[in-house]
C-alpha cells in the first residue's frame, strides 16, 4: 500500500502558491514605492483579511462534510469558521502595523485551528504542509508590513 502523498494536486499548489503572489508583491511595493506605500500597505492588509476569512470558511465547509465528526465538535467546527473574519474585519478598523499583527494572529490561530480539526478528522496528507507554507510566507509578508509601518527599517 502507498503512503498517503504529502504532495498536493498540481491545481491546488498553482492556487495555493499563486495566491502568495498578491502577499510579496504587495509587501515587496510598500517597502520600494514611498509615493505610494499607503496604497500598497492597505491593499496588502485587505487582502490580508480576504484570505483570512476564506480559510476560515474552510471549517464550515469540512463541518458540512465531515459525517466522521460528533455534534459537538462539528458545532465548533461551524462556530470557529466565523472568528477569521471577525478578526479579519477588526484588523481592516486598526492603524496598519496594529492590523497587519492581529491578521498574523488570526493566521497563527487559524493553522492551530486547522491541526486541531486534522486530528479529528481525516485530511489529505498534503493539507496540512500546504497549509504551513501558506500560512508562513503570508505571515512574514505581514510581519514585514508590521515592521515597515513601525517605522524600524
Known sequence: MLAPSRIPPRLVALLGYGGLLPFLALAALAWLDPPRQARWSGALLEYGAVILAFVGALHWALAMQATTLAQARRAQAYAWSVVPALIAWGALQLAPGPAALLLVVGFTLHLWADRTLAARMP???????????????????????????AGIA
Open 123 to 149: 485530511l489529505p496528507a498534503w493539507y496540512l504542509p500546504l497549509r504551513l507554507r501558506l500560512t508562513a510566507v503570508a505571515c512574514a509578508c505581514l510581519l514585514a508590513e508590521a515592521w515597515r509601518s
